[in-house]
């Protein structure tokens, strides 16, 4: 992978890590809950954990395909499907609910993993994959699949780590200074700027198709 990849992935991860809904806000309400730093840094991990799943199955997936099908056409068809689902995340009026606080490692690593594929994290990671060259050799070689799966993972890897620091500075700022009060008086919708992104990462992926 390219510098320019490593730092579009990072990006992606970070701004991940900014939405409330990818996590940090349940560690938050963890450490609150129980009066603990120790139990919102604990929750982190299995939180990353369950990110980093769900986007690594879209990631392998998408760069082992590449190793044996043209690029044009998984980009139009992976387009499609980003534009597709972004915009049904911006029209639908369904919100998608939060757990209960009880919850083991295990548990919450599960509920991170269906928020995670629920918002399509992973499909915000396909126009960068599929504009990186095929690993492996040339499309058409099952033999390249393997390698572009792996290829997938790391990827998937430096995305979920950007994710987790990023994710890991707002809730220790909101845990020991601002408080949850700061998303009423100074958060905006991110599940609509999310599906706008997704929108506008699907058209960029079709025209470069």
Do not use: K
């Amino acid at each position: 992978m390219t510098v320019t990849t490593l730092a579009t992935l990072a990006a992606l991860g970070a701004f991940h890590g900014l939405n409330p809904a990818m996590g940090w806000l349940f560690a938050v309400a963890r450490g609150l809950q129980e009066r603990s730093r120790l139990a919102l840094l604990r929750a982190l991990p299995p939180i990353a954990a369950g990110h980093l799943a769900s986007v690594a199955i879209v990631a392998a997936l998408v760069s082992a395909t590449r190793s044996v099908t043209a690029s044009s056409a998984l980009a139009v068809i992976g387009g499609g499907v980003l534009v597709a689902f972004g915009l049904w995340r911006l029209l639908s009026e369904r919100h998608f609910r939060w757990a209960g606080m009880r919850l083991s490692a295990a548990q919450l690593a599960a509920w991170s993993f269906l928020m995670s594929s629920a918002h399509g994290a992973g499909l915000m990671l396909l126009p960068v994959l599929v504009a990186e060259p095929v690993p492996g050799g040339h499309s058409g070689h099952l033999a390249a699949a393997p390698v572009g799966a792996l290829s997938g993972l790391a990827a998937a890897g430096v995305h979920t780590v950007a994710m987790l620091g990023v994710a890991l500075a707002v809730a220790l700022l909101v845990y020991q200074v601002f408080g949850v009060g700061v998303l009423r008086r100074a958060w905006f919708n991110v599940d609509r700027l999310w599906a706008g992104v997704l929108v506008a990462a699907g058209l960029v992926t079709l025209i470069r198709a």
